[in-house]
């Protein structure tokens, strides 16, 4: 019954903004983890950003670090990843992710390990092109 659905991608030049949105359906989205993930053609798919409620955190990998922003609003049951300053090597597929939280630790658990394993629910991708 859980659904996500990406929107908002496009193509953008160096140094642009875009902002994608994950719209959730069939669940209560604060009992979840919600993360996004990007796909390159030729790469193997990668964390982008995680965020949950039960510890209350956001966090972040480091190519994304200052300057992608993950955010939720629960009365939308949209959770969204604002990227700013974009560069050619985000060109990528987008997708947002979603797991139900077991625990605390189950929580900081999937968003520090960013592993796509981690997680059950996906969305089909929204594609991101950053040209020079």
């Known amino acids: 019954q859980l659904q996500l659905v990406e929107s908002g991608g496009g193509l953008v030049q160096t140094g642009g903004s875009l902002r994608l949105s994950c719209t959730v359906s069939g669940i209560t989205l604060e009992d979840y983890a919600v993360a996004w993930f990007r796909q390159a053609p030729g790469e193997e798919r990668e964390g982008v950003a995680c965020?949950?409620?039960?510890?209350?955190?956001?966090m972040y990998e480091d190519p994304v670090k200052g300057r992608f922003t993950i955010s939720m609003d629960s009365a939308k049951k949209t959770v969204y990843l604002q990227m700013n300053s974009l560069k050619p090597e985000d060109t990528a597929v987008y997708y947002c992710?979603?797991?139900?939280?077991?625990?605390?630790?189950?929580?900081?658990?999937?968003?520090?390990?960013?592993?796509?394993?981690?997680?059950?629910?996906w969305g089909q991708g929204t594609q991101v092109t950053v040209s020079s």
């Open positions: 965020i949950n409620t039960q510890p209350g955190t956001t």
């Open positions: 992710a979603a797991v139900r939280l077991r625990s605390l630790v189950h929580a900081v658990a999937v968003c520090v390990s960013s592993s796509a394993e981690d997680f059950s629910s």
